[in-house]
């Protein structure tokens, strides 16, 4: 299932935990039953997959940051 992209070069999709790419690599002791993967728009292959309460944890850490600096530029002004 696709889940839409980003202009920085990834779009998302999220498959079982079959057909994670990087077994080895996943990290994850949750049990999750679905994976989020980022593939890359040059290569057409997984960059990046992450389990989905890793994928939720990483969200808010992204939000948190952009809300941030969001913050910070609006004190400077
Ligand atoms: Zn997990």
Redesign the pocket.
Known sequence: MSLGGFQSGFHARTVPRSQVKWETYLI?????EEVIQLISHVSGEVEFEL????AERMGRVLLEAARSKRESSTRLS
């Open positions: 994850c002791s949750h049990g999750c389990c989905r309460v890793e």
